[in-house]
């Protein structure tokens, strides 16, 4: 998901080099790239595999059957805080690929996907595949995992907690009282 295939720090020539990796390692077989977003539609010709995209997502229903139909979210991004895509896609039990990079190293651990150093293409290639790989079972316990991480740590009630506790930290290191 995209807003512009043009900005840079998302890594949209990363993703297409990793994806490029995965066909040429013979692990293309059943993948299908879905993306959505205003970033524009991807020429279908210049991709290794088929491509679909859903245009805009105008709902939370709409997002959630995006991320339903997929086996992995692939987030190339080069830098980034803590995405939505990525928290969307763990709340909806989403597995996810990504780099190594600024808040995603909080959100996706080995439970819940897998990481790359950032801009490694060939190490996002191996994660994607490993995830693509999975057996069902494993596949389903990441996916209840990615659920569970996502109520767990990134409802909004936690985050609210979470700077809260934060604030009465600052206050007490200021000497002033909670």
């Not at 949209?12 to 040429?24: D, K």
């Not at 970033?39 to 290794?48: C, V």
Request: net charge neutral; proline share 6%.
């Amino acid at each position: 998901g995209s807003d512009s295939l043009e900005t840079r720090r998302k890594g949209f020539r990363e993703l297409l080099a990793a994806l490029e990796q995965v066909r040429a390692a013979g692990n293309s077989g059943e993948i299908l790239l879905l993306t959505f977003g205003g970033g524009g539609q991807l020429a279908p010709a210049s991709l290794p595999f088929r491509c679909l995209h859903l245009g805009p997502l105008r709902t939370p229903g709409e997002v959630a059957l995006a991320y339903n139909a997929a086996s992995c979210l692939v987030l190339p991004s080069l830098e980034d805080n803590l995405p939505n895509v990525a928290l969307e896609a763990l709340a909806c039990g989403l597995p996810v690929a990504a780099f190594a990079t600024g808040g995603i190293v909080d959100m996706v651990d080995a439970a819940v996907g897998r990481l790359a150093p950032t801009g490694d293409t060939a190490a996002l290639a191996a994660a994607v595949a490993q995830l693509h790989g999975l057996p069902a079972p494993e596949m389903q316990q990441m996916r209840l995992r990615c659920r569970q991480t996502a109520l767990a740590r990134f409802t909004l009630l936690h985050q609210g907690r979470a700077y809260k506790t934060l604030y009465e930290d600052v206050l007490r290191a200021r000497g002033q009282q909670v």
